[in-house]
């Protein structure tokens, strides 16, 4: 995939005259500060993009960044300008006028290698100027990505952070009656195109994670009639189980690094413990060793710390959120709230966990500090679960069952930007990747 998309910084010397990435003054005037505690969305216009695919480009840069709650579209019918030539100046009074702080404009046109050529500029309405302009080379079959990362050079030109869109989501597909529901891994772009199935539906598959620096996920099957943890390779196919353990491993994920997998054993006493099996040498490393259920590990992004779930409090079924030492060393409880806490995952930002906690009858999708402080419920309902976030560490992605089957739902950390992610089948279990190279 490297070889696919190729900025104009890369090809600059081929491209003079074509567009080329404006030289900004140190102060740029167009900013969104998303640190703040009550943002704005701020009013952009998107033409439609010059050439016979460019509106379906630019549909799909308009709906990533509309999705992200940052940004509100205009309606193109208060247009006052009709762009033409998408590499000129705009008459930036008529876009004025229509209270746009940004514009976008951009063409797609076909190679003669076949090959599709989309670039876009990014104009500074208020400011008088061009923001940024690049260019880049697909295939047929990557033209959302192309979209995509446009959509994410943008937000990252505007709010100073990288952008999201360019990534994909693993989740479980699930189909057919309730009380005989077929399970299929499946993988799809983050806002539910592109849908791919990974395996056949014959096991119950669970908990697919992804590995952080490789096109592979980890995951749980019942195929040998108990739950075991596996690696799969996406592109190729192929298969392997990660170590047969006696009793059963399940809540797999990566280490930072994607050089070891931190999973739960339960044995046959009835207790859970956390283990980590380093890849290469397939060697084991018993983290913690109680009389409890500890269960649902999650590396902090710098990998000294694991964040996880046990009920070593006391009361039956009332588990807590741990962290302790990547070696196992120190545990200690952060979460005291009333509830029972549940599938805690650190923010790749390591700002923040995320966490799933049942309390007042109620499903809640919330985050904490890592101290477990400041802990806020971005969303309740009647049956949620499973946080996942995004590479940016400013959305989440969870699965609500409202009560005919589960569903995938995003929310922002403002818990403000709830939408949902449309898929065709239900849908459970999402792991959000990190952006695609």
Not at 289 to 307: K, L, R, W
Request: hydrophobic share 35%; glycine share 10%; charged share 20%.
């Amino acid at each position: 995939m490297k070889s696919i998309l190729k900025p104009l910084l890369m090809v600059a010397a081929m491209a003079v005259g074509i567009i080329s990435v404006a030289t900004l003054p140190a102060r740029a005037t167009l900013e969104l500060n998303v640190n703040k505690g009550n943002v704005e969305p701020m009013p952009i216009a998107i033409p439609d993009f010059q050439g016979g695919l460019g509106p379906q480009i630019s549909e799909i840069v308009t709906a990533d960044l509309k999705r992200s709650g940052l940004f509100a579209p205009i309606d193109k019918a208060a247009f006052v300008e009709k762009i033409t030539n998408p590499d000129a100046a705009p008459r930036y009074e008529d876009w004025k006028v229509i209270n746009a702080q940004a514009l976008v404009t951009g063409s797609v046109s076909k190679e003669a290698d076949g090959r599709i050529r989309a670039q876009y500029r990014l104009w500074d309405i208020f400011g008088n100027q061009q923001l940024a302009g690049e260019q880049f080379f697909a295939n047929d079959a990557n033209q959302r990505r192309v979209a995509h990362i446009i959509a994410d050079a943008i937000y990252e030109k505007i709010t100073g952070e990288k952008g999201y869109f360019d990534t994909r989501v693993v989740f479980v597909d699930e189909s057919g009656p309730k009380n005989a529901r077929k399970k299929r891994l499946a993988i799809m772009d983050q806002d539910g195109a592109n849908v791919r199935y990974l395996s056949d539906g014959r096991a119950i598959v669970l908990t697919p994670r992804f590995s952080p620096n490789r096109q592979e996920i980890t995951y749980m099957s019942y195929e040998s009639g108990q739950p075991k943890v596996y690696l799969l390779q996406i592109e190729t196919g192929q298969r392997e189980l990660v170590g047969n353990f006696p009793g059963m491993t399940f809540a797999p994920r990566f280490s930072p690094d994607g050089q070891k997998v931190i999973m739960s054993l339960l044995r046959d006493d009835g207790n859970s413990n956390i283990f980590a099996m380093d890849l290469r040498s397939r060697s084991t490393t018993r983290l913690t060793d109680s009389t409890a259920i500890d269960t649902s590990p999650s590396y902090s992004p710098d990998g000294s710390q694991v964040v996880f779930t046990s009920d070593r409090g006391g009361g039956s079924g009332r588990s807590q959120i741990y962290v302790m030492g990547a070696d196992g060393s120190n545990p200690h409880r952060i979460s005291f709230g009333d509830g029972v806490y549940s599938t805690p995952v650190w923010s790749p930002r390591g700002d923040l966990i995320a966490f799933t906690k049942q309390s007042g009858g109620e499903f809640q999708i919330g985050v904490m500090k890592t101290d477990g402080s400041g802990e806020r419920i971005l969303s309740s309902g009647f049956q949620q679960e499973g946080p996942t976030w995004a590479p940016n560490g400013r959305v989440l992605m969870f699965f609500r069952d409202s009560g005919g089957g589960p569903k995938l739902v995003s929310v922002d950390l403002t818990g403000r930007n709830e939408q949902p992610i449309p898929t065709a089948n239900y849908a459970s279990d999402p792991a959000w990747s990190p952006l695609l190279e």
